[in-house]
C-alpha cells in the first residue's frame, strides 16, 4: 500500500513537473512573440519615417532643380542684357553654372547614398535575419511584406540618387549654347 501511495506520490510530481515546464515555455513563447511584435512596429515605424524623408529630400530637390532652373535662366536673361564682348564669356559662364549644379548634385546624391542608402541596406538585413529565426509562419509572412517594402524602398532611393546623377538640365544648357552660336 505505501509503494502505491509512494509511486502516485512521484507520479503526481512528475505531472505537476511537466506541467510546470509547459507553462514556463508558454510564457517564453508569449515573451518572444511580444519582443517579435515589438520589433516588427518598431521596423514598419522606421520604414515609414524612411520613406518620408525621402519624400522629402524629393520635395526638397525637386524645389532644388526649379530654383537652379531659374537660377541658370536669370543669369542667362543677364547674359542677353548685358550684350557680353564675347561669346567665350558667355560659354565659360554657363560651364561655371554647370559645374556649380553638377557638384550640388554629386553632393546631394553622396549623402543619400551615405545616410539613408546604407540604412536601409542594414534594415534589408535586419529583417532578413528576423525571417529567417522566426518560427511564426504569419510573423515571416509579414516580415516578407516589410522586406518586399523595404526592397522597394531601397529602389526608390537608388533611382533618386540616379536621377540626380542624370543630365537632364545640362542637355537643356547645351542645347540653349548651341542655338545661341548659331
Known amino acids: 500500500d505505501?509503494?502505491?501511495?509512494?509511486?502516485?506520490?512521484?507520479?503526481?510530481i512528475k505531472?505537476?513537473?511537466?506541467e510546470n515546464e509547459i507553462k514556463q515555455l508558454e510564457n517564453k513563447n508569449l515573451r518572444k512573440s511580444r519582443l517579435i511584435i515589438i520589433i516588427i512596429s518598431i521596423s514598419v515605424l522606421l520604414a515609414i519615417g524612411m520613406i518620408t524623408f525621402i519624400n522629402l529630400l524629393s520635395l526638397k530637390e525637386k524645389r532644388n532643380k526649379i530654383e537652379d532652373a531659374l537660377h541658370i535662366q536669370n543669369l542667362l536673361d543677364k547674359i542677353s542684357q548685358s550684350e557680353l564682348?564675347?561669346?567665350?564669356?558667355?560659354?565659360?559662364?554657363?560651364?561655371?553654372?554647370?559645374?556649380?549644379?553638377?557638384?550640388?548634385n554629386k553632393?546631394?546624391?553622396?549623402?543619400?547614398?551615405?545616410?539613408?542608402?546604407?540604412?536601409?541596406?542594414a534594415l534589408r538585413f535586419y529583417i532578413e535575419d528576423l525571417k529567417i529565426n522566426t518560427p511564426n509562419p504569419q510573423i515571416q509572412k509579414l516580415l516578407s511584406?516589410?522586406?518586399e517594402?523595404?526592397?522597394?524602398?531601397?529602389?526608390?532611393t537608388r533611382d533618386l540618387m540616379n536621377n540626380?546623377?542624370?543630365?537632364?538640365?545640362?542637355?537643356?544648357?547645351?542645347?540653349?549654347?548651341?542655338?545661341?552660336?548659331?
Open 85 to 104: 564682348k564675347s561669346k567665350e564669356e558667355k560659354k565659360r559662364i554657363i560651364r561655371q553654372n554647370e559645374l556649380a549644379l553638377l557638384h550640388h
Open 164 to 182: 540626380l546623377r542624370g543630365n537632364g538640365i545640362y542637355n537643356q544648357i547645351d542645347i540653349i549654347s548651341f542655338l545661341e552660336d548659331l
Open 145 to 147: 511584406s516589410l522586406e
Open 15 to 18: 505531472i505537476a513537473e511537466k
Open 107 to 121: 553632393e546631394i546624391t553622396k549623402q543619400i547614398h551615405d545616410g539613408i542608402s546604407n540604412g536601409i541596406a
Open 149 to 156: 517594402e523595404t526592397n522597394s524602398l531601397y529602389i526608390q
Open 2 to 12: 505505501n509503494r502505491n501511495n509512494l509511486f502516485e506520490f512521484n507520479q503526481k
